[in-house]
């Protein structure tokens, strides 16, 4: 029977580059991997990776293990898997964490059941049982309302992690750690698919997905003229704007501005809403930002439920004195 130790980081990249969630994720491995006593291992996947490999010891890995080859240019599932598959069995971590992405959403679910395991999805929180040294894993569950810790008996201990539920290190480019390749054996004819085209989602500005602040607007916005008002305090913020359902469903704002169940799932320091009631599904998009601030002119709104600060009253005339005020603390 394998020996299951060490926890492994799947790490993603963009343009070449260590995506935020995979600095994120090294950060969490590396202190579970600190608690365990055992070694953070990082897998990164891809065409040409470059020094990936190298950033990735800087944030805390301790062993990289890079698997480089033609076929893996673009996610694919058939060829991401494969290679996941036998990097699990050959190296058998005790934990692998993925980050809640597009790609992690697709491919941890069909390697957990490659490897016959569980996997907890969209977890907040992670951290080891001080008794069994089991992985507990922390995710929202009944929409948002609510939120459940999961742990599982069976190796490896699989989970997905939402972005900015965790803080990456401050990266050490002096930090030493070990650099191996995998060898990849694909055959081009079980690759079921193929990428035609890749189109580029445009964004001005901050990402929603990576923005500290956002000021998001409800239905009580009223049509698309609000959202100038929000973009204003937003850009005062450094950060993004984004709209429950209503609005999108009204096409005031574009659909990828829309948070929630059915939207974007986001974790920012500061999260504004305006307008909005707060209705678990949008909740459920919103629940993991660490500070909520609620304006919205009914003292029963569900919003104020979930938030650290509300102000009750019209946000036609709440939100340019706030706006205000932030420039003048800002500015001293």
Known sequence: MAEYKGIMVYGELIDGKLSSITTEL?????????????????????????????KA?????????????PLLKDYQTDSYVAVMEKAVKDLSP??????????????APRLSFRLGVSVSMDCLE????????????????????ARATFTSEVFPQMATVRQKAMSPLAPDEARKGEIASIKVELDPAKIRTKVLETVKEEVAGVKLEDAQAIV????????????????????????????SRPPCDNKWVPDAMQIGLTGKIV??????????????????????AKNIIAINKDPEANI?????????????????????KVKELLAG
């Open 26 to 54: 090294l950060g969490c491995g590396r202190r579970l991997a600190d608690e365990l006593k055992e070694d953070l291992l990082c897998i990164l996947v891809g065409d040409k990776l470059g020094d990936a490999p190298k």
């Open 57 to 69: 010891v800087a944030y805390g890995a301790d062993k990289v293990y890079a698997a480089e080859d």
């Open 94 to 107: 005790r934990i692998l964490i993925f980050g809640q992405t597009s790609v992690g959403r697709d491919l």
């Open 126 to 145: 992670l951290s080891i049982d001080p008794g069994t040294k089991f992985l507990q894993q922390t995710r929202p569950v009944y929409g948002g309302n």
């Open 216 to 243: 998001t607007g409800g239905r009580g916005i009223g049509g698309p003229d609000g959202f100038k008002q929000l973009e204003e305090l937003a850009k005062v913020l450094k950060g993004a704007v984004g709209a």
């Open 267 to 288: 974790t920012p320091e500061l999260y504004i809403a305006v307008g909005i009631s707060g209705a678990s599904q949008h909740l459920a998009g919103c629940s993991g």
């Open 304 to 324: 104020f439920k979930e938030a650290r600060f509300g102000v009750v009253g019209d946000w036609k005339q709440v939100l340019p004195a706030f706006t205000e």
